[in-house]
């Protein structure tokens, strides 16, 4: 079946610094990949949504220049968190649509625990 | 906005018990409904769908149906497992822009115990 990869599963960093995390989709070309953010005990917040070869779409209250997303090709996609901050901390989870599935399903990653320290 | 509410945790359960997670919606069109898994350690899978009123999704003995009138899709189980013991969450999509957008509730933990 499709697989999502994500790279680290867990990373802790300094305030200050940045930190890059990786989705790949590894059996399929992924056109359209969505990027969550879940907290403790809360549901999954999309951040952004991302097309291969284009910018990112970020929903409301999302910043962009701190978020940044990198869709360069069909089954990679990154985001870097940017001079992070202790409340970046959080668990980010990315999906990914198979582009020859005419449906509209997700597949998801298993998530990476980012810890700003 | 569209949301998702369901029925939070912990569930516990004894094996072979009847499960049921309450899950409602609110949404301006007409979403597709979902329940999705979370397994320890693992990323989320889809366990079922729903696309129209009164469709119902099924897998691995899990059911929920898509009552419009009602607005809910609740999660039945007649007899769980052990390996049920998951996190499970009910999503609706909807088409926005471009893309399908998933909105989740906050997750059901299940435990099993044998």
């Known amino acids: 079946g499709a697989v999502v990869s994500q790279h680290p599963s867990w990373v802790i960093c300094k305030s200050g610094t940045s930190v890059k995390i990786e989705c790949r989709s590894l059996?399929?070309?992924?056109?359209?990949m969505f990027w969550y953010r879940q907290f403790p005990k809360q549901s999954l917040m999309l951040m952004a949504t991302s097309n291969e070869g284009s910018k990112a779409t970020y929903e409301q209250g999302v910043e962009k220049d701190k978020f940044l997303i990198n869709h360069a090709s069909l089954t990679l996609s990154t985001l870097t968190v940017t001079s992070a901050h202790p409340e970046d901390s959080s668990f980010y989870i990315c999906?990914?649509?198979?582009?020859?599935?005419?449906?509209?399903?997700?597949?998801f990653g298993p998530g990476t625990r980012l810890t700003v320290t | 906005g569209n949301s998702v509410t369901q029925m939070e945790g912990p569930v516990t359960l004894s094996e072979e018990a009847f499960l049921t997670i309450n899950c409602t919606y609110t949404a301006t069109g007409y979403p597709s409904l979902f329940w999705y898994v979370q397994y320890p350690g693992e990323g989320l899978q889809l366990l079922l769908k729903?696309?129209?009123?009164?469709d119902k999704g099924s897998n691995k003995g899990f059911e929920a149906t898509y009552r419009k009138e009602t607005t809910s899709f609740h999660l039945e189980k007649g007899s769980v497992q052990v390996s049920d013991s998951a996190v499970y969450f009910c999503a609706l999509s909807d088409f926005k822009g471009s893309n399908y957008k998933l909105t989740f509730g906050k997750g059901t933990l299940l435990t099993v115990n044998p």
């Open positions: 999906s990914a649509r198979d582009q020859a599935e005419p449906s509209y399903e997700q597949y």
């Open positions: 729903a696309t129209k009123a009164d």
């Open positions: 059996d399929f070309q992924a056109t359209t």
